[in-house]
């Protein structure tokens, strides 16, 4: 019985070791004519530390999981080394990967988004943000390679269901967001979808953000805790919508659809009668 029972085991540890291998292997695909080298160890949320240092805490505040690492040499002999980040899930991988980017960057149809420099490509795909760095500048060799790994993974890309909500009409491109903690430099504020807009005139910028709660009870407390730190003293019963002038973020309007709490952030009267329509209607 012991026997059967120390081979089941091993079958299923067997079994593991495969699926890992197999994960790998469509992290890291082999390209022809290119040499590969998959490296063993991998981090996770107690050394990441020990590779990216002073960067971890911002990974693992989007909910960081593992990273691995490949290298590969190509036939021109440029050495490109793949990072590839496991996040806890889609929004949080969406949130780390716009921490890092511009919108004056090169961006590319690759996984869900990406963008590329001279010597780096950048791109998402599913819970996986992919980082390739090259030791020399070759751009058609990062894309290619980036391709191979896009399409090794093979998830079916969509935005963030937050990141769907904001309104389409004046927003700046590639300047979505989220962010999991402290919105504005609130602690009560967090799990934000946020983007910048430009006025018509386009002398302005503006911030509208969404943030999906669990029930009422949640969002009835996120919106006071906000009015009492604002020092808001306008009459509250019935309503859904305040504007408020924030000293550390200028006129702002924040309101309330069912589970959502929403707001524009540096606005003023105009910006808020064209867009809280805008948002409500987006809103389920």
Same mark, same amino acid.
């Given at each position: 019985?012991?026997?059967?029972?120390? +081979?089941? !085991?091993?079958?299923?540890?067997?079994?593991?070791?495969?699926?890992?291998?197999?994960?790998?292997?469509?992290?890291?695909?082999?390209?022809?004519? %290119?040499?590969?080298?998959?490296?063993?160890?991998?981090?996770?949320?107690?050394? +990441? %530390?020990? &590779?990216?240092? !002073?960067?971890?805490?911002?990974?693992?505040?989007?909910?960081?999981?593992?990273?691995?690492?490949?290298?590969?040499?190509?036939?021109?002999?440029?050495?490109?080394?793949?990072?590839?980040?496991?996040?806890?899930?889609?929004?949080?991988?969406? $949130?780390?990967?716009?921490?890092?980017?511009?919108?004056? @960057?090169?961006?590319?149809?690759?996984?869900?988004? !990406?963008?590329?420099?001279?010597?780096?490509?950048?791109? &998402?795909?599913?819970?996986?943000?992919?980082?390739?760095?090259?030791?020399?500048?070759?751009?058609?060799?990062?894309? =290619? +390679?980036?391709?191979?790994?896009?399409?090794?993974?093979?998830?079916?890309?969509?935005?963030?269901? $937050?990141?769907?909500?904001?309104?389409?009409?004046? =927003?700046?491109? @590639?300047?979505? *967001?989220?962010?999991?903690?402290?919105?504005? $430099?609130?602690?009560?504020?967090?799990?934000?979808?946020?983007?910048? @807009?430009?006025?018509?005139?386009?002398?302005?910028?503006?911030?509208?953000?969404?943030?999906?709660?669990?029930?009422?009870?949640?969002?009835?407390?996120?919106?006071? =805790?906000?009015?009492?730190?604002?020092?808001?003293?306008?009459?509250?019963?019935?309503?859904?919508?305040?504007?408020? *002038?924030?000293?550390?973020?200028? =006129?702002?309007?924040? $309101?309330?659809?069912?589970?959502?709490?929403?707001?524009?952030?540096?606005?003023?009267?105009?910006?808020?009668?064209?867009?809280?329509?805008?948002?409500?209607?987006?809103?389920?």
């Amino acid at each position: 019985m012991k026997k059967l029972i120390f +081979l089941a !085991g091993l079958s299923i540890f067997t079994v593991l070791i495969a699926q890992a291998s197999i994960n790998k292997e469509k992290l890291f695909p082999s390209v022809e004519g %290119w040499e590969r080298q998959i490296y063993e160890k991998e981090h996770n949320r107690d050394n +990441l %530390w020990n &590779i990216i240092n !002073g960067a971890a805490d911002e990974y693992l505040t989007y909910g960081f999981q593992k990273l691995y690492r490949a290298e590969y040499t190509t036939a021109s002999g440029n050495v490109i080394t793949v990072y590839a980040y496991e996040q806890e899930d889609l929004t949080n991988t969406f $949130g780390i990967y716009a921490q890092h980017r511009a919108s004056d @960057y090169t961006y590319l149809d690759i996984g869900l988004q !990406g963008y590329r420099s001279a010597e780096a490509l950048y791109f &998402i795909t599913g819970n996986y943000y992919i980082q390739l760095k090259a030791k020399t500048e070759n751009k058609e060799e990062l894309e =290619k +390679l980036a391709r191979t790994i896009d399409q090794s993974i093979g998830i079916e890309e969509s935005l963030p269901h $937050g990141i769907t909500l904001l309104p389409e009409e004046g =927003k700046q491109a @590639y300047s979505e *967001s989220y962010i999991p903690n402290n919105f504005l $430099g609130y602690s009560f504020l967090h799990s934000a979808f946020t983007a910048t @807009y430009n006025t018509e005139e386009g002398s302005d910028s503006f911030e509208i953000f969404i943030i999906k709660l669990a029930n009422d009870q949640e969002v009835d407390q996120m919106i006071q =805790k906000y009015l009492d730190f604002v020092k808001y003293n306008g009459d509250i019963e019935g309503k859904s919508q305040f504007i408020v *002038s924030d000293k550390y973020n200028g =006129k702002v309007m924040i $309101g309330s659809k069912e589970q959502y709490v929403y707001g524009i952030v540096s606005g003023n009267d105009a910006i808020f009668s064209k867009y809280i329509p805008k948002i409500q209607g987006n809103l389920p």
